[in-house]
Every structure is written in structure tokens, then in C-alpha cells.
């Protein structure tokens, strides 16, 4: 992630706005949320992921892990006007699951926000 930090505030500063910016991050190395949330505090406006980061190789970022968290962890909902409410979320787990059900995968477990042991105690 600082990798992507660093290079993301070079670009910016040769001259290129951040809202002409996107990150499209693999999980070849378990980093693809990570590395798009450190595009995003570098001043990249767009994230290309999918649900459940589902893709080639490793998969892709997960926007079932991302949009939570620029929605509700103060780092990002409260520095970047993302649209996102508490309320906007209550149906990602629901979208989650159906989208693993049409793919005729099992839930992951862990899955951050979503996964049956997030929150466990």
C-alpha cells in the first residue's frame, strides 16, 4: 500500500488531478483492498473492483469490503463525501450471499463486514 501511495501522489503531482485517477488492484498478493484504500487517501477518485472480489488471477479488489469501509470508518467518511450511509449498506450482506448463491460458492466465512465470523466474539 505505500508503494501505491507514493506512486499515485507522483502522478498527482506531475500534474494530473486525482478525479482523473483510477486504481484496478489484483489480490495476487493479499493487498487489493489495501492498496485501492491507499490510492483513495492519495487522492485517486475512482476504485474498479468487484463483488466479492471475484477475477482473474488472485481475484480483484472486493467492493463488499471497500464500500463499507469508506462508508463507516472515520479515516475515509470523514475526509471524502462518498455518498455512502450506515442505511445504503444494510443489504450487502444479502447482495453478498445471492451473488455467491448464483455462482454456486459457499460463503467465505471471514469475509470482511460480511462473512458469518465478522463480528464474532
Not at 507522483?10 to 494530473?16: D, P, S
Not at 463483488?51 to 471524502?80: H, Q, V, W
Amino acid at each position: 500500500p505505500s508503494e501505491v501511495h507514493e506512486i499515485v501522489g507522483k502522478v498527482i503531482a506531475g500534474g494530473i488531478p486525482g478525479d482523473h485517477l483510477g486504481i484496478h488492484a489484483h489480490d495476487d498478493t493479499g493487498q487489493a483492498v489495501a492498496n485501492s484504500l491507499a490510492a483513495v487517501e492519495a487522492g485517486v477518485r475512482q476504485i474498479q473492483g468487484t463483488l466479492n472480489g471475484i477475477g482473474e488471477r488472485c481475484g480483484n479488489a472486493n467492493l463488499i469490503t471497500i464500500i463499507p469501509t469508506l462508508g463507516l470508518k472515520s479515516a475515509f467518511a470523514d475526509r471524502f463525501e462518498t455518498g455512502i450511509s450506515a442505511e445504503d449498506l444494510t443489504g450487502i450482506s444479502r447482495l453478498s450471499r445471492a451473488f455467491d448463491e448464483l455462482l454456486n460458492r459457499a460463503p467465505e466465512a471471514q469475509a470482511p463486514y460480511v462473512g458469518s465470523s465478522a463480528f464474532a466474539t
